[in-house]
């Protein structure tokens, strides 16, 4: 019963005894990984939020892109395990009542141009090989050929079609959105047996000897603009798996001292309306959990277009009756830090400048950029977005974090593709702790762990020191360009 699972508020009374695992954090990492813990190895769990769910998290205004690609075959796995989490949630979880993680199946695209990228024809057919027929690569005028008259048309307004000459196509792509993604894992949760805590803040971990057994958790209420903290509850547990998103870094250096180089960096993803110049098509998408019942399945109108990677790195997905898009930079922030906005002509607006320069740079490419329902907001908060949780790799990753006695571990980093790879990384990291050995595990190798790189930098490491990671390897760092799209052109 939920009224059993979920702690909130100045009298709530956790239930006594020691947690196999305390989750810090339910984003995208923290809420599956909670579930199968749960689920898959009957561990009593309790989740400590700092907010509600889904609350003002990452999670909350990701683009939501769901797709397959990347460079490295075994990241495609764990896409792949994650996807069909997405797309058949109640079947692939095993929960008693269905539940919908909002997948909407746009189709996906990644539109390359060979010309001005040599090499990327080789590497996408390379990809598109690896994933056993899954994604095919097409040449543009081909795929735009075999469109349906009405979403020909409106590729056309997004973007110029000669700008391509192939596209990796993934007719099972699609996104979802990331509050119905987190609504559906939290009803998983509760199903399995997961406990929460609600609108607590971890704040401190408790030592003995040389292990972390346990944290010091704050209950807060909101008091007008402040938060008021209303209870104070020491919690035990054998492990503890931060998945704290942005709050990563800070959870660490508390817990053992130790650094990472992990830094945000702040991406907003504005919104195209559906002007009289844009005059986009609508169709309709089936969503829902299918196998159901036509109850729960229900057809939404929304723009007829698939969602979009393309090599310029600006992408595009279907939001209502038009679009989102984003740009991928790596400006390296405080966690702290909040958009502030930008200047176009000297008129203030909300979007900042670092994509209003791309966006003006990328412009005559792509109509839909151009025309009167790009919203440029007065100000930031007229416009969604997050902070990607950056690290050299631009790759997620789960691990163990040293000087904690084995106890803490680390779920996160998802950079700007951390949504779709979420699920399959908890996975790792459950498997991880059930002490399957590595070569049993969904991937063998480590792509998506911290054993790829140094990722735990001992304590007194300064801030360049770390920064100096995220330059280029020939200049002495290890950042491996990836952009958001996670494909690149094999090098050696
Ligand atoms: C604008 C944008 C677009 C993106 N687009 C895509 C995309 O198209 N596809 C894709 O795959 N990925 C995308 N990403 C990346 C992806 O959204 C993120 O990698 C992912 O959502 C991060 O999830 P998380 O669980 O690590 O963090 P979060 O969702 O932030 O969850 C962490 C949770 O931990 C809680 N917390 C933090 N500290 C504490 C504490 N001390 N005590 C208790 N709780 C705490 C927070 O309140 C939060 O709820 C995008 C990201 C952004 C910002």
Same mark, same amino acid.
């Given at each position: 019963?939920?009224?059993?699972?979920?702690?909130? *508020?100045?009298?709530?009374?956790?239930?006594?005894?020691?947690?196999?695992?305390?989750?810090? @954090?339910?984003?995208?990492? +923290?809420?599956?990984?909670?579930?199968? &813990?749960?689920?898959?190895?009957?561990?009593?769990? &309790?989740?400590?939020?700092?907010?509600?769910?889904?609350?003002?998290?990452?999670?909350?205004?990701? +683009?939501?892109? %769901?797709?397959?690609?990347?460079? #490295?075959?075994?990241?495609?796995?764990?896409a792949?395990?994650a996807?069909?989490?997405?797309?058949n949630?109640?079947?692939?979880?095993?929960?008693?009542?269905?539940?919908?993680?909002?997948?909407?199946?746009?189709?996906?695209?990644?539109?390359?141009?060979?010309?001005?990228?040599?090499?990327?024809?080789?590497?996408?057919?390379?990809?598109?090989? *690896?994933? +056993?027929g899954?994604?095919?690569v097409?040449?543009?005028?081909?795929?735009?050929?075999?469109?349906?008259?009405?979403?020909?048309?409106?590729?056309?307004?997004?973007?110029?079609?000669?700008?391509?000459?192939?596209?990796?196509?993934?007719?099972?792509? @699609?996104?979802?959105? *990331?509050?119905?993604?987190?609504?559906?894992?939290?009803?998983?949760?509760?199903?399995?047996?997961?406990?929460?805590?609600?609108?607590?803040?971890?704040?401190?971990?408790?030592?003995?000897g040389?292990?972390i057994?346990?944290?010091?958790?704050?209950?807060?209420?909101? =008091? /007008?603009?402040?938060?008021?903290?209303?209870a104070?509850?020491?919690v035990?547990?054998? =492990?503890?798996?931060?998945?704290?998103?942005?709050?990563?870094?800070?959870?660490?250096?508390?817990a053992?001292g130790?650094?990472m180089?992990?830094?945000?960096?702040?991406?907003?993803?504005?919104? %195209?309306?559906?002007?009289?110049?844009?005059?986009?098509?609508?169709?309709?998408?089936?969503?829902?959990?299918?196998?159901?019942?036509?109850?729960?399945?229900?057809?939404?109108?929304?723009?007829?277009?698939?969602?979009?990677?393309?090599?310029?790195?600006?992408?595009?997905?279907?939001?209502?009756?038009?679009?989102?898009f +984003?740009?991928?930079?790596?400006?390296?922030?405080?966690? #702290?830090?909040?958009?502030?906005?930008?200047?176009?002509?000297?008129?203030?607006? @909300? &979007?900042?400048?670092?994509?209003?320069?791309?966006? &003006?740079?990328?412009?005559?490419?792509?109509?839909?950029?151009?025309?009167? /329902?790009?919203?440029?907001?007065?100000?930031?908060?007229?416009?969604?977005? /997050?902070?990607?949780? $950056?690290?050299?790799?631009?790759?997620?990753?789960?691990?163990?974090?040293?000087?904690t006695?084995?106890?803490?571990?680390?779920?996160?980093?998802?950079?700007g593709?951390?949504?779709?790879?979420?699920?399959?990384?908890?996975?790792?990291?459950?498997?991880?702790l059930?002490?399957?050995?590595?070569?049993?595990?969904?991937?063998?190798?480590?792509?998506?762990s911290?054993?790829?790189?140094?990722?735990?930098?001992?304590?007194?490491?300064?801030?360049?020191?770390?920064?100096?990671?995220?330059?280029?390897?020939?200049?002495?760092? =290890?950042?491996?360009? $990836?952009?958001?799209?996670?494909?690149?052109?094999?090098?050696?």
């Amino acid at each position: 019963m939920a009224a059993d699972q979920v702690f909130a *508020g100045r009298d709530a009374r956790l239930p006594a005894g020691r947690w196999d695992v305390l989750v810090v @954090g339910a984003g995208i990492y +923290g809420l599956p990984v909670a579930f199968f &813990l749960a689920r898959h190895h009957r561990a009593r769990v &309790l989740v400590i939020e700092d907010n509600t769910i889904p609350g003002e998290c990452i999670t909350v205004n990701t +683009g939501g892109i %769901i797709r397959i690609a990347y460079s #490295d075959l075994d990241v495609v796995r764990v896409a792949g395990f994650a996807r069909e989490i997405y797309r058949n949630p109640t079947a692939r979880l095993g929960v008693a009542r269905p539940v919908h993680l909002g997948f909407v199946p746009t189709r996906w695209g990644r539109f390359v141009n060979e010309d001005a990228v040599p090499g990327i024809l080789a590497e996408v057919t390379r990809i598109a090989r *690896g994933t +056993g027929g899954r994604l095919r690569v097409v040449p543009m005028a081909d795929y735009v050929q075999a469109l349906p008259p009405a979403r020909r048309a409106t590729l056309g307004r997004i973007m110029d079609l000669d700008d391509c000459t192939h596209v990796l196509v993934d007719d099972d792509g @699609g996104f979802c959105d *990331g509050g119905t993604a987190l609504t559906g894992l939290y009803e998983a949760c509760l199903d399995a047996g997961v406990c929460f805590s609600l609108y607590s803040s971890v704040r401190e971990f408790v030592r003995e000897g040389g292990r972390i057994t346990g944290v010091v958790l704050e209950r807060w209420s909101r =008091r /007008g603009e402040a938060r008021e903290i209303v209870a104070r509850e020491t919690v035990s547990a054998d =492990r503890i798996v931060l998945a704290g998103g942005r709050g990563n870094g800070a959870l660490v250096r508390r817990a053992a001292g130790w650094e990472m180089p992990t830094f945000t960096s702040f991406h907003q993803v504005p919104f %195209i309306r559906n002007s009289p110049d844009n005059d986009f098509a609508q169709t309709r998408y089936r969503v829902g959990p299918p196998g159901a019942g036509r109850r729960f399945e229900t057809d939404v109108e929304m723009i007829d277009a698939p969602t979009i990677s393309h090599w310029r790195d600006v992408y595009f997905r279907p939001e209502g009756s038009g679009l989102i898009f +984003g740009t991928h930079h790596h400006l390296l922030q405080d966690d #702290d830090y909040e958009p502030a906005g930008g200047t176009i002509d000297g008129v203030r607006v @909300g &979007l900042d400048q670092v994509m209003i320069d791309t966006l &003006l740079e990328v412009m005559p490419h792509f109509p839909a950029l151009a025309s009167q /329902g790009v919203n440029l907001g007065r100000t930031p908060a007229d416009i969604a977005g /997050g902070a990607y949780y $950056m690290n050299p790799e631009e790759l997620p990753f789960e691990g163990e974090v040293p000087g904690t006695g084995g106890t803490v571990f680390y779920a996160g980093s998802g950079c700007g593709t951390g949504f779709k790879l979420g699920p399959g990384v908890a996975w790792l990291l459950v498997e991880r702790l059930a002490g399957v050995p590595p070569a049993d595990r969904l991937i063998a190798s480590p792509a998506l762990s911290a054993e790829r790189a140094t990722y735990f930098y001992p304590p007194g490491t300064s801030r360049e020191e770390l920064l100096r990671q995220f330059r280029p390897v020939a200049e002495g760092g =290890r950042l491996v360009d $990836m952009g958001a799209a996670g494909i690149a052109v094999a090098r050696g």
